[in-house]
Every structure is written in C-alpha cells, then in structure tokens.
C-alpha cells in the first residue's frame, strides 16, 4: 500500500528565508510524486511533478523538490520565501501498484512572516 | 478547454435533505477523484471512479454517500439525509490516465444547517 508522510503540520519562515516542507513516502513500484498548493478558500493547483525523468524537479513560483529514492523522499523547497507564499501544501503520491490511485500527505501550513 | 467544473460552489441544506455534488472533468478525462476537506485539516479520499465504474471507493462512508460517473454527463456525489457533521469542501479532480498529474476544481462547500 502506498502512503505519504508530511513530517511538519506547520512551517513558519521569515520573509526572505528559504523554505523546506518535508515529505517521505512509501510506494511498491516507482511513484509518481507530486507537490499541490492550495491558498485559502481556494482550489489546488499542482506546482511540480516527478514522473521517472529528471530526480530534481522544478515547478513554478520558483518551488523545486528532489526525488531521493534512497530516502523515499519528495521535500520541496525555495530559496527565498514570498508573503504569497503563505498557503497549504500537500504532497501527493500515486503508483501502478494502487490502481494509479492519488494518495495526499496530511498538509503542511507554511505561514511567511514580514 | 475549461478545467474541472465543479457546481455548485456553495450548497447550503437542511438537516435530513440530500446534496447533489457534480463535477464534470476536464474533455478528455475518463478519471475521477472525490475527496472532502473538513475545516483546517487535509483532503481525505473518498472514491475514484473511471467512466461507469467504481474503482475505490475506501474512503466513502458506507451509508448515506453515493458516487456515480455515467458514461454521459458529470460525477455525481450524493449524500442522503444529511448532518451538520458532513459540512465540509469537497473536491473533484480528474486525470487523463496512470501517473498523470490531477486537476482540481473549486470545490463545492456544504454547509448543513
């Protein structure tokens, strides 16, 4: 069975600061990883993917995650933190072996302080 | 091509009424995901439908809640008889096949009064 862990439920980081949401994950086969932001009273929208190409992924709004398959890690990161930054994060897993099913991590609350 | 329409936005209903939840995906995806998000916590599954059939639906509650995706028309999430303790946002979101990434839509908030 597949699962993901997101090991922090709140991340607070100054403005400026870089950024670090943690996220391992337990998959059969090889996953497909993915990282959603979701902003308040707000959908999701995707804001990277790892499907088996590149291990270092870069998404938009200057978001990049790396594949560590030794770690069974996705930790997603940014060098420098923006106030629009502040929003929810979910890490998201899915595999061949869970009927391509779409797992989420329990959510990181990143909240930026000026 | 418009994304993953989800109506309504905003449902308000009674205790003991039914709510009808539709999503139609983006053209093009035969996958659906339902998954509801109570106030300050994560998105839980709730089912995974493809064109006419159920492939998990683990995470639905046995009673009350329904899911359907026809061969026509949207993904339909039904809930029966409904408490104030099912008032939550619940999502859509549709994929193209294995491994591809999922759009989501708005949402439809519930709220049981």
């Known amino acids: 069975a597949q699962s993901v862990t997101q090991l922090d439920s709140h991340v607070s980081v100054s403005e400026g600061t870089p950024v670090l949401l943690r996220c391992n994950y337990s998959?059969?086969?090889?996953?497909?990883l993915f990282w959603y932001v979701q902003h308040p009273n707000k959908g999701l929208q995707l804001l990277l993917k790892?499907?088996?190409?590149?291990?270092l992924v870069k998404g938009i709004n200057g978001f990049e995650a790396e594949f560590k398959k030794s770690e069974t890690s996705f930790h997603l990161t940014k060098p420098s933190a923006h106030m629009s930054d502040a929003a929810e994060y979910f890490c998201?897993?899915?595999?061949?072996?869970?009927?391509?099913?779409?797992?989420f991590g329990g959510g990181t609350r990143l909240m930026v302080k000026p | 091509n418009a994304g993953v329409m989800q109506n309504p936005r905003h449902l308000v209903r009674r205790r003991g009424q039914e709510a009808r939840l539709r999503c139609s995906p983006m053209?093009?995806?035969?996958?659906v995901y339902w998954y509801r998000q109570l106030p300050e916590e994560g998105l839980k599954f709730m089912v995974y439908?493809?064109?006419?059939?159920?492939?998990?639906e683990s995470g639905m509650p046995k009673e009350r809640f329904s899911a359907e995706f026809p061969k026509e028309g949207p993904s339909i999430l039904r809930i029966q008889q409904v408490v104030r303790g099912d008032s939550a946002a619940y999502f859509c979101?549709?994929?193209?096949?294995?491994?591809?990434?999922?759009?989501f839509g708005q949402g439809t908030r519930l709220t049981v009064v």
């Open positions: 998959s059969s086969y090889s996953p497909s």
């Open positions: 998201v897993v899915s595999d061949y072996a869970a009927g391509n099913m779409l797992t």
């Open positions: 790892y499907t088996s190409a590149a291990t």
């Open positions: 053209k093009g995806h035969s996958h």
């Open positions: 439908l493809q064109k006419e059939n159920i492939i998990d």
């Open positions: 979101a549709s994929t193209g096949g294995p491994n591809t990434e999922a759009f």
